[in-house]
């Protein structure tokens, strides 16, 4: 269990740093991660490298963890004929390897671990999470989340990370298999021009979460640094919760290429921009590594 007080009080007296892309740290290792468990395929082959790639950003200033269970599903693990038991045993292994990240950091101040539940997609591995609208119903999409959630909630982690949610039915689903599980959580929407990437308002898309008491913060992850920019005050405002964002770098990935274009746009400008405007929780995503996170701790530290 960790030692740090609730990350909700924290999160009232100001703000705290979130880490950057787990899986681009990994990558910049050296590791594969072409495989369909993508990150979590290391929970069973190298849980040390996670460990690790957790360190380097606690080490860059980070407060949080996002653990590698984005992809850790029981039907994903299957498929490379994993029983149902030891995809638990790793799910748990996600929150242990942050554990042991934030232990060898040695730092003065907090830390927490959050516990990734990624999207219905990201176990489909075919970019769907970034369109949502599977053709489930919100019960069908409730019992596929409930049970990893479960898992993860009783590996005590300090709070569940619900990340890059596509749609408004899929929230539904996440904020169902949240009750009762005595587990504060954050719900944090993919989202393009001001709508989820199903399409809906991101005005009824945070309204979901209002009223949810479990819900510490709402938000918005792995869209653009621009998109970021309207939806942190959209949130706050429709919430009253703290809001949590982290964006992309703002690069665009080239399929064809299988490369990286254009230029970051996530700036420490933009930052303090994010916390004037209700953000509590502020980190990176995909391209957004130990060095910009160090940046964003040196802007937050510098007032509450």
Known sequence: MSTAPPLAEALADGTVVLDGGLSNQLASAGHDLSDELWSARLLAEDPEAVTGAHLAYFEAGADVAITAS??????GFARRGTGREEASALFALSVGCAREAARRARASRPLWVAA???PYGAMLADGSEYRGRYGLSVTELERFHRPRM???AAAAPDVLALETIPDTDE???LLRALRGLGAPAWLSYSAAGGRTRAGQPLEDAFALAARADEVIAVGVNCCTPEDADHAVALAARVTGKPVVVYPNSGETWDAGARAWKGRSTFTTGRVA???ESGARLIGGCCRVGPGTVSSVAEVLRERP
């Open 171 to 173: 929230a539904e689903a």
């Open 273 to 275: 921009g994010w916390r």
């Open 150 to 152: 479960e898992v993860l």
């Open 70 to 75: 984005y992809q850790a599903t029981y039907e």
């Open 116 to 118: 990734s539940v990624g």
